[in-house]
């Protein structure tokens, strides 16, 4: 099957090397899907979940083999690291060839809107108030994706298809859907500040496309619970998808797009200039 080819893909939080990764899933998906930029937008590798445990299976070298393989094709590949691989933000002035380590990165989209990407852990601060907040949360989020590994186990051996009790659990608990809103204000704000039209983050494990104030909030969600990717088609449009053994769109806007026929005239001119 050929691959799908896109012009950009942001993905986040692989959390390659923690054992509730979804490898798998992912690995189809980017098998199934080229772009001309990938934006890694934070949390690739889990270092924080290799000093307790050692979890790499052969999917998970697959991915880092397949990403590279991809960039030196062509594909511009694009590392933010997040706050589970912050040691890599100690290498943003070094050179990695075929990869580009940023703090930051701004995509200008076909119509020439502005989208920047960060991994979100800078806007712990507004979602937080404390460090024991902060503490709890970490704690029940760890028992929610126990509950959620041994859910899917159980669905899959009764011949289910994969379905994410963690998520479903957190966005019925009040003070989970505050600290989403709040890291939603922040990121919003911070590309406001910028002058950019739209904020890609990842964090959260939280996929969502909104527009806030006229502010475009994407949020391309994660592969430890959800198995989803955000995508810009050719002619503009973004897309949030879920890929796991039923693959579907979530939600899409033409906010960004270039309309069919002003396309159709730039690919004319452009083919006439080549």
């Known amino acids: 099957m050929t691959p799908v080819s896109l012009r950009t893909l942001w993905i986040s939080d692989l959390h390659l090397g923690n054992k509730d990764c979804k490898a798998h899933y992912l690995l189809d998906f980017l098998n199934r899907h080229t772009a001309e930029t990938i934006v890694l937008v934070g949390d690739i590798v889990d270092f924080h979940a290799m000093k307790s445990s050692r979890h790499w299976p052969e999917t998970h070298s697959q991915i880092l083999a397949l990403l590279l393989k991809r960039a030196h094709e062509g594909c511009r590949l694009v590392y933010i690291p997040g706050n589970h691989d912050a040691a890599v933000r100690d290498y943003f002035n070094f050179d990695f060839g075929k990869i580009e380590v940023r703090s930051r990165f701004e995509r200008i989209t076909t119509s020439g ?67 989403i809103e709040r890291f939603e204000n922040a990121a919003v704000q911070f590309a406001r ?82």
């Open 113 to 179: 809107k502005r989208i920047i990407a960060v991994h979100g852990d800078e806007f712990d601060n507004a979602v937080c108030h404390s460090r024991m907040t902060e503490i709890a949360g970490y704690v029940g989020y760890d028992f929610l994706l126990f509950l959620n590994r041994w859910w899917s186990v159980l669905r899959r051996k009764c011949g289910f298809s994969y379905w994410s009790l963690a998520s479903y659990i957190k966005l019925r608990v009040q003070s989970a859907n505050v600290a």
């Open 193 to 274: 500040r910028r002058g950019a039209d739209a904020i890609v983050c990842g964090h959260i494990h939280h996929p969502d496309m909104k527009s806030l104030g006229g502010t475009l909030y994407l949020n391309d969600g994660d592969w430890i619970e959800n198995c989803t990717a955000l995508v810009e088609q050719h002619e503009g449009t973004l897309q949030l998808l879920r890929w796991t053994e039923k693959p579907h769109l979530l939600m899409e806007t033409d906010a960004f797009a270039v309309p069919n026929e002003a396309l159709g005239k730039r690919e004319k001119s452009e083919t006439e200039a080549a």
